[in-house]
């Protein structure tokens, strides 16, 4: 967290500001590029919500992004807390815990197959969902 980073002491602020960054970059893109942002509800089927935009990127002829869902699950994360040592001089200890966090799903329309891509901003990986 803090060599890569630049940053001098591994604060829990870095996640806020890594997080911050990443959903600016997907609200930048979905703009420059014209994809729909879809949030989803608890009971929505994605995919049912997603099929008109599927369609409508594969009536192009072209593979690219349909559209980009976000939604709000449960995923294990790092919470960081912060104590000071009898120096003065802050420290920071980091633990797992279950939170609801924001889940963007990138619907791509890839010629003659439909792909899903999920990003847990938290977690910082990517997975083709199959």
Known sequence: MTAHLGNPIPSPAIFDKIGAAFRKAVSRFAEDEHIPVV???KTD??????????ATQAATGRSGVA????????????????????????WFSFTKSQRR????YF????RHEVARCEWLR?????????
Request: with cysteine; glycine share 10%.
């Open 39 to 41: 949030r989803f509800t």
């Open 45 to 54: 089927r994605k995919i049912d919500r997603m099929r008109p935009y599927l």
């Open 67 to 90: 559209a980009i869902g976000l939604a709000q699950e449960y995923a294990s994360v790092f919470t960081g807390t912060q104590r000071d040592a009898p120096n003065g001089i802050p």
């Open 101 to 104: 966090v924001s889940c963007y």
């Open 107 to 110: 619907y791509l329309w890839l």
């Open 122 to 130: 938290e977690g910082g990986w990517l997975m083709p969902e199959t």
